[in-house]
């Protein structure tokens, strides 16, 4: 590995704009994270930083992990809980840096607890080899019957009234 041309740090505001770039670019165009500025900071802004971690190689990002520390929505939580959050890294010289994203991670974080959701197949061998125990999970949801109109949630199915939720998945 070529470590000369490669630096991992936290992402700032300095790179935010070059982030966004890079998660259209290798994530998704349409990516919501990389075009709602409001939701980004809701989810990820901690003070002056992101919760971000970014590899560059020659200056230009080749990777990123981000993650949410739980305590930032529950001030009850004393133990560090972080859930990862969004994993990409595209094809460089560099080996492993998706572990080395990781690994910062958890020197940065030294969580006591870690979850991750919204797993594909294809990075199941990767989870189980860090240690993970993958598991399905249950969704449900409840919508606000304050809200009529969803700005995210499309709904396909009509709402139980017994219950006060809907029936299928959004």
């Known amino acids: 590995m070529n470590k000369k041309n490669l630096t991992f740090k936290k992402l700032d505001r300095n790179n935010l704009k070059n982030l966004k770039v890079f998660l259209k670019k290798y994530w998704n165009k349409n990516f919501i994270l990389a075009k709602n500025q409001k939701l980004f900071d809701w989810q990820h802004k901690n003070n002056k930083s992101y919760n971000y971690i970014i590899a560059k190689e020659n200056k230009v990002i080749i990777g990123v992990q981000g993650f949410i520390p739980l305590n930032k ?17 595209i ?10 994203l990781h690994k910062q991670i958890l020197e940065l ?10 797993v594909n ?21 409840l919508l606000s019957d304050k809200i009529k ?10 709402f139980d009234t017994k219950y006060r939720r809907y029936k299928n998945n959004i």
């Not at 030294?110 to 919204?118: R, Y």
């Open 91 to 100: 094809e460089s010289s560099n080996i492993g840096v998706g572990y080395l």
């Open 149 to 158: 109109n969803f700005k995210i949630a499309k709904i396909r199915k009509k």
């Open 73 to 89: 929505f529950d001030s009850n939580l004393k133990e560090k809980h972080i859930f990862l959050a969004l994993w990409r890294v």
């Open 109 to 118: 974080q030294k969580p006591k607890f870690i979850g991750v959701i919204g």
């Open 121 to 141: 197949q294809k990075t199941h061998k990767i989870h189980e080899w860090l240690g993970f125990k993958i598991h399905k999970m249950s969704h449900h949801y």
